[in-house]
């Protein structure tokens, strides 16, 4: 079982950038493919962004193409959600998810959870 930890979220200004980062321990990093979700009160959790376990491709859904951007470090055993002009309505706790296969992550089955990270971004 693979441990995920977040961090870098905050309280931000629109406009800015942030990068989320997600610490991987207890599994095969390498062998992972990777996922962001966000979630808001009474919204279902969506993914944001996803990689397969090279990092070479990336899915992001077509609401979320643009601004974000999913990157896997293979050494750091870390993967990171750039999030670039932040908007009012990207507020949400951000998860970071492990998983087989891209579509295990993408579909939230089968998978991994963090704790979450908060991302506050005020007008």
């Known amino acids: 079982q693979v441990q995920l930890v977040e961090s870098g979220g905050g309280l931000v200004q629109a406009g800015g950038s942030l990068t989320l980062s997600c610490v991987a321990s207890?599994?095969?990093?390498?062998?992972?493919?990777m996922g962001w979700f966000r979630q808001t009160p009474g919204k279902e959790r969506e993914v944001v962004a996803a990689?397969?376990?090279?990092?070479?491709?990336?899915y992001y859904p077509d609401s979320m193409k643009g601004r974000f951007t999913i990157s896997k470090n293979n050494v750091e055993n870390t993967v990171y959600l750039q999030i670039n002009v932040l908007k009012p309505e990207d507020t949400a706790a951000y998860y970071c998810?492990?998983?087989?296969?891209?579509?295990?992550?993408?579909?939230?089955?089968?998978?991994?959870w963090g704790q979450g990270t908060q991302v506050t971004v005020s007008s």
């Open positions: 990689t397969i376990p090279s990092g070479q491709s990336q």
């Open positions: 207890g599994g095969t990093f390498s062998s992972l493919a």
């Open positions: 998810a492990a998983g087989d296969n891209l579509h295990a992550v993408v579909t939230g089955t089968a998978v991994s």
